[in-house]
């Protein structure tokens, strides 16, 4: 399995870069990726995408700890946020592995089709934001962290792309939502990573070296090269038209998302990857 490494090495570059460039999480880049490659792994392909999400979130478990601490450092986490948010991030991040794991796999890959093309759409327009106040009903807080939580340890993201919309709508300011995002992060990709090892612990058909459902070698590849990447997209995001890349990463969205969601069957997506099929290099 090791010879792949490379392969790897590039999905966390990519990861990182878009990460650093863009500000969105890697786990969009990763999870799609991973469904592409494992099959040719010896996966089967009932555990392609549980292990793909698995994997995808023990990487943000590393990942996600030098960005909270950048952003600590700068005084922008919103700590009390954080601390409501948690309880629902912490229960949504153990029912998403459950749900996910009985999830047919045609479902799961089209669920995560609808969501890349979601994110593409908000790439290309704007985000909303409310009034310049906080919210304060705790109950709203906690079912919005389960939702998150939920969501994210499904897809295998860090939650910020759900996250930052729902704060900036809530008045919060840009680098506050992101600070705050960044930190809901790590404990949404720890207990997600917790879940899917234990649930993942005894199955035999995992090819080795695996622990649980989370695949090692792709983790070591893609944290190896994600964490410096991150680094240089944050650099050339103030050298390079972030704009038009914004827009030409959507069109990628677009299309990775119409090929998920031609794999799972769905009539749109099976449509739309046809005409876009010539143009993405599979």
Partial sequence: MWESLLLYLICGAIAGL????????????????????????????????????????????????????????????????????APGLVLGSILGPLVARHLPVPVFKSLFGLFLWWVAARTLGQSRRGAPMHPTAGVAFAAFGTLIGLSSAVLGIGGGTLSVPYLLRNGYPMTEAVAVAGACGFPIAIVGTATYLLLGWSQATMPVPSIGYVFLPAFVGIVAASVPAAAVGARLAHRLPTQRLKQAFALILIGVGARLLWQGGMPLGSALWQTLRPLIIE
């Fill in 18 to 85: 878009a990460a650093g460039l863009f500000g969105i999480g890697g786990g969009i880049v990763i999870v799609p990726f991973l469904a592409w490659l494992l099959p040719g792994q010896g996966f089967p392909d009932s555990l392609v995408m549980l292990s793909a999400v698995a994997t995808s979130l023990a990487t943000i478990v590393v990942t996600s700890i030098s960005s909270v601490s950048a952003h600590h450092r700068q005084g922008a986490v919103s700590w009390p946020t954080v601390w409501r948010l």
